[in-house]
């Protein structure tokens, strides 16, 4: 019966820290997580200065028993100039219980990268994977196929051996 009551308590408190991300971000949300990256990893300020463009996702929740997802909502700069807002969905197949929060950047190397992600739909293929935030994680970070992709932990307890995919949706900010 404990094992039941912790299990139950597990996927609450992952589904609440799923729905936490659904609100839109902001700019100042996106700065506080920059903030934090750069916090993280002093590095990191390069990658944002030298990127030709990237996405910053304050807030994304996670959670799964057996079948997961995560969604998040951020806004998308290109050149330092915020140009559009962005939704993260995932969905994952496999071993899988809990919730969790993270922020995620993706880093777009070039215009071509850039512009591949603003099309509309883009998504992660097998060879993309993320490297999580530590001091010295800018110096791990690597573009594949033009995208880096850094992730930072919020909160939650996830236990998972799954596989899925990442899939974004772009909008432009009209000015």
Avoid: C
Avoid at 70 to 98: C, I, M, N
Avoid at 102 to 108: D, L, M, T
Wanted: charged fraction near 20%; avoid cysteine.
């Amino acid at each position: 019966m404990k094992q039941f009551a912790a299990a139950a308590l597990v996927v609450v408190v992952g589904l609440a820290l799923v729905s936490v991300p659904a609100r839109a971000q902001s700019e100042a949300d996106v700065a506080a997580t920059k903030a934090k990256f750069e916090e993280g990893d002093p590095g990191m300020r390069g990658w944002f200065r030298e990127a030709y463009g990237y996405a910053v996702f304050p807030s994304v929740g996670k959670g799964g028993i057996g079948i997961g997802g995560a969604h998040g909502k951020g806004l998308v700069y290109e050149q330092g100039r915020l140009v559009g807002k962005t939704t993260l969905t995932a969905v994952t197949v496999g071993f899988q219980l809990g919730g969790q929060a993270f922020s995620e950047v993706v880093f777009f190397k070039d215009k071509t990268a850039f512009d591949h992600f603003t099309r509309g739909n883009f998504e992660f293929d097998a060879g993309v994977s993320a490297v999580a935030l530590t001091a010295g994680a800018s110096a791990d970070l690597a573009y594949n196929k033009g995208v880096a992709v850094v992730t930072a932990t919020k909160g939650g307890l996830m236990y998972e051996a799954s596989v899925g995919g990442q899939k974004f949706s772009y909008q432009k900010i009209e000015k």
